[in-house]
């Protein structure tokens, strides 16, 4: 019998998840990566295709003068996506704010620390920005069922250590993520400030946090990704739109004290989404048609077109 995953997503095996291990990252995409549905450049970003040919990339060929920059995890690189010309800095160059190109700069299952930590470390290679829009705000929340042992100073990560059989309060766990997010978010406005680009916070969607209920086929793909793993035992706490929606609150919160837009991704794809459209592979990464609204969103909100 095939699976659900073989039968509606048959791409996703080439979304390995075999990382570098990287000084100071951890961990990050090998750099000249070709498979049938991803391409990274020298430093392992994911390339972005735009108009009539054209790439850009953080450390290969791109078009002269500036770019705009979209950072994140996993969903900027696009995880999920079928082709390179599916993800959301694609989109967003070939249709819905293509006045620039857009640079990928993105690592899968990275914290806020990272993101922020693989910026810095590769300024030196970007040209003149004009916007940097940061989508992210999950992975803290989800990192946050650590213990504290594990935390640190700056945040746990992936892979720091096993999980817990005990779960903090869902509370604590928010408490916890906001923090961290709006802290290193201060460091992204002094980097922003200093290159004298806008940037803009954008709280990553979230499938129970844009829908109540599934569709019948990401029910069928949620399901089959739960024999394996153990997303909804340590994370249905955090998995309601409540939860969600008290998230970005927060979020918001801090942005307006930082100065800093602010958009809750999820609360944008719940309004504009049909009730049939199919937007999420597993619960934090789209479809290509997922990809393509949030890149539209993006656009319309920021004002980017």
Known sequence: MTSPRAEFAPHMEHYTFVLEDQPYLGYFQYGNEKTPVYHTDQHGFRVTPGPDGLRATVGDERPD????VLAGSSAVFGVGAT??????TA????????RLPWLNIA??????????????LFQHQLPALEDIV???GVNNLVLSRLPEEQQGRHGAFFDCGPAPDVIPPTEQRLAHATQLTLRHL????TLAAGLGARLTFVLQP????????????EKLLFDELDEVSNFRRFHHDISTMAVGRAYADRLAAGCARLDVPFVDMNAALTETAGPKDWLFIDRVHCTDLGYDRVARQLADRLDLA
């Open 65 to 68: 003068g500036p770019a705009r």
């Open 83 to 88: 082709s390179d010309a599916a993800t959301i």
């Open 91 to 98: 989109r967003l160059w070939n249709a819905h704010a293509p």
């Open 107 to 120: 690592g899968q299952s990275h914290n806020s620390a990272q993101e922020l930590l693989l910026f810095t």
């Open 134 to 136: 940061l989508l992210s």
């Open 186 to 189: 201060a460091g992204w406005k």
């Open 206 to 217: 979230l499938a129970s946090w844009v829908r109540k209920e599934p569709l019948p086929r």
